[in-house]
Nanobody, 125 residues
Framework: QVQFVESGGGVVQPGGSLSLSCLASGHNFGIYHMAWYRQALGKQRELVATITLPGLGSVPDYADSVKGRFTIARVNAVNTITLYIQMSSLKPEDAAVYYC??????????????WGQGTRVTVSS
């Protein structure tokens, strides 16, 4: 059964740093590109960072809004992967619920898009 478990969110001051993790299990995610997405209150979910599958070099890419401040990484195991995102120089506009999922499309379970519970990042002084 596909499962994404995100963790590491919290409250941080502007300019601060935070590291998020996501444990992806239940499928062979080692053959998928992966991504971090976020959804701010009242806004649509947006793509934050992507990383290609290991066979293509685990190459990262970032939304312009986070480029130079966020770093995505993945650690692949037999039946699970752990996806990380290190966030620095955080801004109030980075506040959102952060999710991991496959890229370019979210994983589907029983015909519908599957999302984990996400982890909330609050940037506030």
């Amino acid at each position: 059964q596909v499962q994404f478990v995100e963790s590491g969110g919290g409250v941080v001051q502007p300019g601060g740093s935070l590291s998020l993790s996501c444990l992806a299990s239940g499928h062979n995610f080692g053959i998928y590109h992966m991504a971090w997405y976020r959804q701010a209150l009242g806004k649509q979910r947006e793509l934050v960072a992507t990383i290609t599958l290991p066979g293509l070099g685990s190459v990262p890419d970032y939304a312009d809004s986070v480029k130079g401040r966020f770093t995505i990484a993945r650690v692949n195991a037999v039946n699970t992967i752990t996806l990380y995102i290190q966030m620095s120089s955080l801004k109030p506009e980075d506040a959102a619920v952060y999710y991991c999922n496959t890229d370019p499309r979210p994983s589907r379970v029983d015909g519908t898009d599957y999302w984990g519970q996400g982890t909330r990042v609050t940037v506030s002084s």
